[in-house]
């Protein structure tokens, strides 16, 4: 459709193509229904962003996700690996932003452009009623001055054709006045036709001039009965403009992510955590656990002791800082250790846990004897340990497990806690 690009002055100079030359309403009648199919454009272009918040929030969804397990299985660590996980929590929050902001568009805004249009547009059978209805009436309003336009462009035709003869009858008359050899009875007769077409001429235009004046006198009954015809289609496309700019800034009210609380804060805390990342503070955690300021069991003379008493010894050892260092052989079923999945950092099996998790050993631990069968005897974990492997047992300091096989060369037990079986290290239990 093209759209009009006339300047809009003070004065509008007459057009050869005005809206008042017949017919020429009919641009208003297409504007609108133009504008029920506008209404139809509004509720797709809504329809289609809905499904781009939609598609983006499961995208962000998915993304999460990936990168949660990426950063967990990762080799970050302290407040950096919190910076990570910043930017996938805030990823959730600015999903479910998304996908809220979907909900109101489909749920809120499509609805009302369904409604208004059922509303101010009824189907006929060749068009919509209410562009019939305007195109009635803009009909009536100029059937009167279309006739009289007919009667002044019949009567100028007439009188311009009568000019024409008489101005060519009259230029014979002249070139037979010059010329000697046409008669006198000649020149007459041609004089006398050129004095008929005169008064034709004449009366021509007197018809012509009352043609024009008649159009003339009713032009202002004319321009009042069309400008009320077009008063009313204006009304009604101002109608539709207003709810349009209803619907424009309710949308986009809805699609500004900056006016929306939650979205500010999430991208408030996503800095703030990366505010608070500190390389000091994580080079001094990695040192402590897996550096220069970790504890040692430096080597010392010992007198020889029996393999049992020995294994004892090694249960618990207090650190200089109050913590417990806990080492035993390690248990390797591929020629790694368990540690390798996680990232490698530890090249034995060696956890540290603070004083706080650590459980003494009781008193009668020596009196302890290990079961060989049955179904089994109840121990106490005197430390945290997280399983390594699919077939190791996960516990915390205090849990009470069932041992039901023995300490293996490697320093390894098989028990049960609850429903689930599966391996643990003999020295971070201890007899109940």
């Known amino acids: 459709m093209e759209k009009p690009t006339v300047e809009v002055e003070e004065e509008v100079s007459a057009s050869t193509n005005s809206f008042w030359d017949v017919g020429n309403y009919r641009k208003v009648l297409e504007r609108m229904d133009n504008g029920a199919k506008l209404c139809d454009d509004l509720h797709r272009m ?46 959730e929050s600015i999903a479910d932003i998304h996908a809220e902001c979907r909900d109101k568009i489909v749920n809120e805004v499509m609805p009302q452009v369904v409604q208004w249009k059922k509303e101010h547009y009824h189907k006929s059978i060749m068009s919509w009623k209410e562009t019939k209805t305007a195109e009635d009436g803009f009909e009536r309003a100029q059937k ?28 014979a008359v002249a070139d037979a006045e010059r010329d000697p ?44 009965d069309m400008t009320r015809e077009f008063e009313k289609c204006q009304e009604f496309e101002g109608e539709r403009l207003a709810f349009f700019k209803k619907i424009f800034l309710q949308s986009y009210t809805i699609m500004d992510m900056c ?6 804060k999430t991208f408030a805390d ?18 402590k656990a897996q ?51 996680t990232g490698g950092i530890a090249p034995s099996f060696s956890q540290t846990n603070s004083h706080d998790n650590a459980v003494d050993p009781p008193d009668d631990f020596d009196s302890c004897e290990p079961p060989t069968s049955g ?23 205090g849990d009470i497990l069932t041992k039901t096989e023995d300490e293996d060369e490697q320093g390894w037990c098989r028990g049960r806690l609850g429903e689930k079986e599966g391996l643990f290290p003999a020295n971070y239990c201890g007899a109940i």
Not at 58 to 67: G, T
Not at 182 to 197: E, G, M, P, S
Not at 259 to 264: C, D, G, P, V
Request: aromatic fraction near 10%; hydrophobic fraction near 30%; charged fraction near 35%.
């Open 375 to 397: 179904e089994g005897v109840p121990v106490r974990a005197l430390f945290d340990y997280d399983a390594q492997d699919d077939d190791e047992l996960s516990f915390k300091a």
């Open 46 to 91: 809504l329809q289609e962003r809905s499904e781009i918040e939609l598609k983006y929030a499961k995208s962000l969804k998915v993304w999460k996700k990936r990168w949660d397990e990426l950063v967990d299985k990762g080799p970050d660590y302290g407040t950096t690996e919190k910076a990570w996980a910043a930017s996938q929590t805030a990823a």
């Open 144 to 171: 009167p001055w279309e006739k009289r336009l007919g009667k002044v462009q019949r009567a100028k035709k007439s009188y311009h054709t009568t000019c024409r003869t008489a101005e060519v009858q009259n230029r």
């Open 270 to 287: 996503c800095i703030a955590t990366a505010e608070r990342l500190s390389p000091d503070e994580d080079l001094s955690y990695y040192s």
């Open 181 to 224: 050899s046409v008669t006198t009875d000649q020149c007459k007769k041609l004089k006398a036709k050129a004095d008929k077409l005169s008064r034709e001429r004449q009366k021509a235009e007197d018809k012509y001039r009352e043609r024009v004046q008649d159009i003339t006198l009713y032009n202002e009954t004319y321009k009042t």
């Open 259 to 264: 006016s929306i609380e939650a979205f500010r």
């Open 291 to 341: 550096g220069t300021d970790m504890g040692m069991q430096w080597p010392v003379f010992e007198e020889f002791k029996e393999v049992d008493e020995m294994a004892k010894s090694q249960v618990a050892t207090r650190r200089y800082d109050g913590s417990v260092e806990r080492t035993m052989s390690t248990r390797t079923t591929t020629g790694q250790s368990p540690a390798a999945s």
